[in-house]
């Protein structure tokens, strides 16, 4: 059974950083697409970076040089590190994945994902 658990929300200022952190277990495929996911209020829920099997990024341009998606294989734990967070980022963060074919590729559509965490609040205040 996959479980994704999400850590790391908080309240910061604008300006401020935050790390999220999303546990993952139950993933015996070699070949994955797992990301970050966020939605605000009254607003859809929209990819902000992904990252494949094979460490390949892809992230939504309003986040591009002041969030990095990282992973640890090791721990089998995926990392998003929030710089210059803005009030516009705040939302509910949520870490998804999804099993793919060997030579697949990682897209930022929510509907791409059939794996998710219960996401982690991060509020940004002006």
């Known amino acids: 059974q996959v479980r994704l658990v999400e850590s790391g929300g908080g309240s910061v200022q604008a300006g401020g950083s935050l790390r999220l952190s999303c546990a993952a277990s139950g993933y015996s495929d070699s070949n994955y697409c797992i990301g970050w996911f966020r939605q605000a209020p009254g607003k859809e829920r929209e990819g902000v970076a992904v990252?494949?099997?094979?460490?390949?990024?892809t992230y939504v341009d309003s986040v591009k040089g002041r969030f990095t998606i990282s992973k640890d294989n090791a721990k089998n734990t995926l990392y998003l590190q929030m710089n210059s967070l803005k009030p516009d980022d705040t939302g509910m963060y949520y870490c998804a994945a999804v099993v793919i074919p060997r030579g697949g590729y990682c897209i930022l559509g929510t509907w791409w994902y059939n794996r998710w965490g219960r996401g982690t609040q991060v509020t940004v205040s002006s």
């Open positions: 990252i494949g099997s094979d460490g390949r990024t």
